[in-house]
């Protein structure tokens, strides 16, 4: 047949299938092949908290997202251009994400009176008309995966798994993916089990043929690799990208890094990949419970290494009395609370920034923490060695905010020059650094650096510099216990303090106003943190394509501020601050730098959507440019 080929500049595919469909694995293989032809890319895995919700249901659908271009991309994409659905109920649950003229393939098979019922629907989606403004292809995917792999002699059941293979290999034609990263993985994983590995091979291999050989899709769709800078690539998820980061850090700190951890979605893969690589002087703990995690990480910490404990959370929740006593010692300890749905258990496996409050003032007393907030999957890497960096330098507990987004989530990560990476000194303390009165030298626990106020890390055993530890409060300098309402004013003030100074350390904030230069700026800003970056970047796009100005701004550090926040806020006539929460950082702007922050917010367990957000921030500028109130219902008021 003569194919048809179609030059596209970016394409955005969902996967979504019952949960033992292995839409997961499938994305993934589909992810990796884009990566390795040079796309850019975001993704957007989505799946039930339950282990195995009941089959064909709307509560078992599991669905993956890839986007990927020819350029550079900040997003997994609002709605998807093809959507796979294995089973009624994965339509069903994803037909309203998808717009008018989509691609809709649809595995016929299981598309029984019985399933049909089970996902809700009274009669077949295929036959009422339901799918008309779609252009839909019914493919027994199933059947030809069953009769594709019958040489090996499995069962019926046991070949029909392969369908996710099959599914692959066709999306794999369509938009001409290299299959050799897939079939070297099958080949791998399967390495043991040498009939499952041909089956999988076999079926990935025959939905590419029936691509190439079926009339039902006459055209093949190419997108070119993406224009990046000159450098060495790899996809990363946001949390194996936070791991590598300790695990730079603890190089670069000489430290050896210590993981103390409960396991907890979505936190759980950060242990898993540190548990991978002991060569490089990590231990991981597995502990009985959240309290005794961090427990653990903050006694690695108080003798001499990188404790760090990962959570979501309710965990945080739990380490909450522990890291107060962290803050007490004046040691280094990296908390990374990787947000989900809240509050109590909440939405496990759905994302939230919902604990900025809690990481800020969730302990008893005033127990400042310096929290730090990664923007991208990639950027956890970034993010995890400045909280290191941070931690040691100001002997401190720091709280990282990552979510189940950037976490799950997956972009290319443009490898760094290890040589470059920054040092991280400890400085521990080796000798006495005190004269007393009668010329005796002595060592004082709480004496404190000109610059940092961070006090001595003297490690345990090193010879005498013997001091005492504990939750009580410290005496100013001497670290004996004490009771003194002065000296706990003092303490209180200085723990403060210390924080505070880390903005002396703080690169200025970068301000996204390209007619700022030329005096002919933006009057609207729009502020966010953490995984909002990449929405809101892809929403102030479609705002300036229209020819609208408005400006950008994304804060990593939330505790302490930049120091230059408070005048960037003031210069501008309107601020919108987009969260997926109900408006925590609008709350602190406004409580702060005393400005008016519109607050739009949501909390439905997903990202926001560009077009959604774009339409949002073209209501703030019509309002503003006309100096009229915003339409009702345009903000929504912060909580006080």
Known sequence: ?????????????????????????????????????????????????????????????????????????LTPGDAPDVLVAMNPAALRANLPDVPRGATIIVD?????????????????????GTLEPFALHEVDLTSLTVEAVKEFGLSRKDSARAKNMFALGLLSWMYGRPTEPTIEFLTTRFAARPTLRDANVTAFRTGWNFGETTEAFAVRYEIKPASMATGRYRNVTGNAALAYGL???????????????????PASDVLHE????????????????????????????????????????????????????????????LVCDIQRGGPSTGLPTKTEQA??????????????????????PADCFDAAMEAARIAVTYRTPVMLLSDGSLANGSEPWHLPDVAALPRIDPAFQTGHNHVADDGTEEFLPYLRDDETLARPWAVP???????????????????????????????????????????????????????????????????????????????????RRDGLKVAQAHLRHLNPMPSDIGDILRGYDRVVVPEMNLGQLALLLRGRYLVDAKSHTQVNGMPFKAAELADVLRGYLAALEDEIPEPRGMHEEVPV
């Open 274 to 333: 540190l548990s991978k690589h002991k060569r490089f002087g990590v231990t991981t703990f597995q502990a009985e419970d959240e309290i005794a995690g961090v427990g653990a990480a903050l006694g690695a910490a108080f003798g001499g290494a990188l404790g760090v404990t990962t959570t979501s959370g309710p965990g945080v929740a739990l380490k909450a009395e522990t890291i107060g006593l962290g803050v007490m010692l004046e040691l280094p300890l």
């Open 1 to 73: 047949m003569t194919r048809q080929v179609k030059q596209l500049d970016r394409v955005i595919i969902r996967f979504a299938g019952d949960s033992g469909d292995g839409m997961q694995l499938t994305g993934d293989r589909f992810t990796q092949e884009t990566a390795a032809f040079g796309n850019d890319l975001s993704t957007l895995p989505n799946f039930p908290a339950e282990i195995r919700a009941p089959a064909g249901t709307m509560a078992g659908v599991s669905s993956f997202q890839v986007h990927f271009a020819d350029h550079d991309i």
């Open 108 to 128: 016929t098979h299981d598309f029984s009176a019985r399933n049909l019922t089970k996902a809700g629907y009274s009669e077949s989606p295929l036959e009422d």
């Open 461 to 543: 055993g090193t010879p005498e510099l013997m001091h005492r530890v504990g939750g009580l409060e410290k005496a100013d300098r001497t670290g004996d216990i004490s009771y003194d309402p002065a000296n706990h004013d003092l303490m209180v003030r200085t723990r403060q303090a210390k924080v505070d100074a880390i903005a002396k350390s703080l690169p200025p904030t970068e301000v996204d106003d390209p007619g700022a230069e030329s005096g002919q700026g933006a009057r609207m800003l729009v502020v966010g943190w953490g995984s909002t970056y990449g929405p809101i970047g892809a929403a102030v796009r479609r705002v």
């Open 355 to 376: 604990d900025l409050l809690q990481a800020l003032f969730g302990r008893n007393g005033e127990a400042p923490v310096p929290v730090v907030a990664p923007r991208s």
């Open 247 to 265: 695990i730079a850090a603890s190089r670069q700190s000489g430290l050896p890094l210590f993981l103390g951890s409960y396991p907890i979605t």
